[in-house]
């Protein structure tokens, strides 16, 4: 059973395959914290909750005048609230018609659902109904109409929990949401490491590991996007904890917008940890009778370290949040025209690259930005989504059947969100546009953004992207949005309401997406912003990849992907073999090292393949046949992260499952003379089965491979592996394992 539900002690613990979640139901009805890690078994855990006669903690008036060491300063809780004693950072708060902001939330009852919570508008973490249950705790303010609901999602055999709640107004008179978060939870004892993942444009998801100290500390985003600047995805964890021992936990916000996660250790020790919608530029007024669902948050726990916390949301990301046809239907090798054309393409160019791809194998042309509108730079055209039929020399549906007719899929790029000034959509409907009346708006890119949270907007754009989807055969879209939101205003929200615009926004994209893909359930989306500004959980519920970053270097997209997987599988990673010298930094790699990289993700090319060697294109036809054979190692086997990425060698591996054969790449970032051997020890065998192991230089055959036999699974696990350092820079081996069969 995954919810365990003791109502005489006010006891329940959420029980996964290998973790347990306690929460107590206090004498006053507050829901205390207990315990999150391993198995418990269902025990009692509420000896653990130290109460005493703190100073300055204040003690509520219902029993502050006979016991003083009751105070919610210092309690541990499941979702607290702000001005009524509590001075933590906390998960609600609220400002009455009275003006006053102080409010309680005390447990009324609970009850147990089976299968997970369908948010209405939201991305959700899905699965068959079966296969989870869902905890409602329903909690009421004693003094006004404010209740609350809080929603535990147990997916049991995933080690998951998914978190979210919705705020209520029972009352008469209006109230106003300030901050409404989506999970909050209070450790009492232990000390932790966060893990968070800061970065830019065409350099995300850096991580950054710190001590939680004393005092609060967040990583946020008032972009309109979770950003390039922070992910809506970090880990808690001992500090002790390594990639193969020790306790984390992950939170993956299933969000897209503005998001603050916060930890704040408190002047005893004790630990919070917040995640939500960011507060700075919310105000959500609830009118009697209204309710506010918070988007999920996705929790995990591991007391195996960070490799199997990043693997238990792998495993979720793929299965309980990416659906439609492509969450597991084999995604084909593409070849996108930006970085080979930029905007200077004809129809003609277009098909010559598309005629080129094809006969090397490759399965999707994807033609980027400038096909629409006035659209020969970024200034103009955004909005205009009529196709340039004098630039391409065809109509599109032309265009598409000549690149189908050579066999391949075709696919095409839209930036749905954004407007430029100079374009007939913004001087048709000047009020879509998100701006401040009176005030010069920011620019970025030189372009805009349509104010989404208005329905007539969404409507247009999701006719007007329909009506191209249908008439020319497309089979993907790469969605993408390349600027930040500020100047937030919406010409359609009266004063009282402009704080609602970032979450309606928001609301206004997802309707968007679900309408589309609802509409053509073949069309493959890959998520984009700017690269990896908006690489969430939340657009993986309707994009099932996202091109993971601007930067196609293949030695900075080895930090890329190694910040991504902590949270996020390699199916979701959009990555391309690109030119040399690197359009973004210079640098010169070899051909094969950029395809062993580009390979650790969703696989294609972005590049003048009409401009390459016969060795070079030799080349792409044996990376595609190596992608092809390891696909399902690959894309759903077992990731394991077996250096850092700031090693002189970056390693990583797939291994299937069932332990039965590995791949490990490795790739040299920084060559020294006279270094070192690279060593590693492999993960996820059968320790007693024996291997045959297969070592080469990235794209080598079979006389450049050494072989060894025999090696039990123990062995290579322990004693591991050792590759000769080579006097070249970037050189990558790749490294195929293959139990011996009949052997044990
Ligand atoms: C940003 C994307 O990340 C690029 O791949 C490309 O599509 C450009 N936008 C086009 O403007």
Redesign the pocket.
């Known amino acids: 059973m995954a919810i365990l539900l003791d109502r005489e002690r006010g006891l329940i613990s959420l029980q996964t395959r290998n973790t347990e979640y306690q929460m107590k139901i206090d004498s006053r009805g507050v829901l205390l914290h207990l315990y999150y890690g391993g198995r418990i078994y269902g025990s009692d855990l509420s000896h653990t909750v130290c109460r005493m006669d703190r100073g300055f903690s204040g003690n509520p008036a219902d029993i502050g005048a006979t016991d003083r060491s009751y105070s919610l300063d210092v309690l541990p809780q499941e979702y607290s609230c702000f001005g009524a004693g509590d001075y933590r950072s906390t998960a609600l708060a609220v400002e009455f018609a009275d003006g006053s902001r102080a409010c309680e939330l005390r447990v009324q009852d609970c009850r147990i659902e089976p299968g997970l919570p369908v948010p209405e508008g939201l991305p959700a973490v899905h699965c068959k109904s079966e296969a989870a249950e869902t905890l409602i705790v329903s909690l009421a303010d004693p003094f006004s109409g404010l209740a609350a609901e809080l929603q535990y999602g147990v997916l049991a055999d995933r080690d998951v929990i998914v978190r979210a709640a919705r705020i209520l107004n029972r009352g008469e008179t209006p109230f106003t949401l300030r901050k409404a978060a989506s999970m909050h939870i209070d450790w009492q004892f232990g000390r932790f490491d966060q893990i968070s993942f800061y970065g830019r444009h065409a350099m995300e998801r850096m991580p950054q590991r710190q001590a939680v100290g004393h005092g609060r500390q967040s990583v946020g985003s008032v972009r309109g996007t979770s950003s390039h600047h922070y992910n809506p995805f970090s880990i808690l964890c001992e500090p002790t904890a390594t990639e193969t021992a020790g306790l984390c936990f992950g939170a993956s916000f299933l969000y897209s917008g503005e998001f603050l996660m916060e930890t704040e250790m408190d002047a005893i020790g004790q630990t919070r940890w917040i995640c939500g919608i960011h507060p700075d530029d919310f105000a959500w007024e609830l009118r009697a009778g209204d309710s506010f669902q918070t988007p999920e948050v996705m929790l995990s726990c591991s007391t195996e370290g960070l490799g199997k916390l990043s693997r238990n949301f792998h495993a979720a990301i793929r299965d309980n949040v990416c659906r439609g046809a492509y969450a597991h239907r084999r995604r084909s090798v593409l070849i996108?025209n930006?970085e080979a054309t930029y905007f200077q393409f004809t129809g003609e160019k277009l098909v010559s690259l598309a005629e080129e791809a094809a006969g090397l194998g490759i399965e999707l042309f994807v033609l980027?930005?400038g096909w629409f509108g006035k659209r020969d730079d970024?200034n103009s055209g955004l909005g205009d989504w009529f196709p340039n039929e004098k630039k391409l020399g065809c109509t599109l549906r032309e265009l598409g059947e000549r690149i189908t007719a050579t066999g391949m899929q075709f696919g095409l790029?839209f930036?749905t969100e954004s407007v430029s000034i100079d374009s007939d959509l913004c001087r048709a409907h000047p009020d879509w546009v998100v701006r401040v009346p009176g005030r010069a708006p920011t620019l970025s890119r030189n372009q805009l953004i349509l104010d989404l949270s208005r329905k007539e907007v969404q409507d247009y754009l999701i006719e007007r992207m329909s009506a191209i989807l249908s008439d020319a055969p497309i089979s993907y879209v790469?969605w993408?949005l390349?600027r930040s939101l500020c100047d937030k205003f919406s010409a359609a929200l009266d004063a009282k309401h402009q704080g609602e615009f970032a979450h309606r926004y928001e609301l206004g994209l997802y309707r968007v997406l679900e309408t589309l893909t609802a509409r053509f359930p073949a069309l493959l989306i890959e998520g984009?912003s700017?690269?990896g500004g908006r690489f969430d959980a939340g657009m993986l519920y309707y994009t099932p990849q996202i091109?993971c970053s601007?930067n196609t270097d293949a030695i900075s997209r080895l930090a890329i992907q190694y910040g991504t997987s902590f949270g996020y599988p390699v199916s979701t990673m959009g990555a391309h073999v690109s030119a040399v010298p690197n359009h973004q930094t210079g640098r010169v790699t070899p051909f094969a090292t950029r395809g062993c990289v580009a390979m650790a993700g969703t696989f294609g090319y972005e590049l003048d393949i009409t401009k390459l060697s016969d060795e070079e294109k030799a080349e792409i036809r044996s990376q595609i046949a190596a992608f092809h054979k390891h696909y399902e190692l690959i894309q759903y086997g077992d990731y394991y992260r077996l250096s850092a990425a700031t090693e002189p060698c970056v390693i990583w591996e797939f291994a299937d499952p069932a332990g039965e054969k590995a791949l490990i790449s490795a790739v040299s970032r920084l060559v020294e003379a006279n270094s070192a051997p690279i060593h590693f020890c492999v993960q996820g065998l059968q320790p007693q089965s024996l291997y045959r192991v297969a070592i080469r230089p990235a794209g080598g055959g079979e006389d450049d491979t050494r072989i060894l036999e025999g090696l039990s699974g123990a062995a290579l696990q322990c004693g591991g592996l050792t590759l000769t350092p080579e006097a070249k820079e970037y050189f990558a081996w790749e490294i195929e394992i293959d139990r011996e069969s009949g052997k044990e």
Do not use: I, P, Q
């Open positions: 996108n930006w980027d930005d970024d790029w930036e790469k993408d390349n984009c700017g690269g091109w601007d």
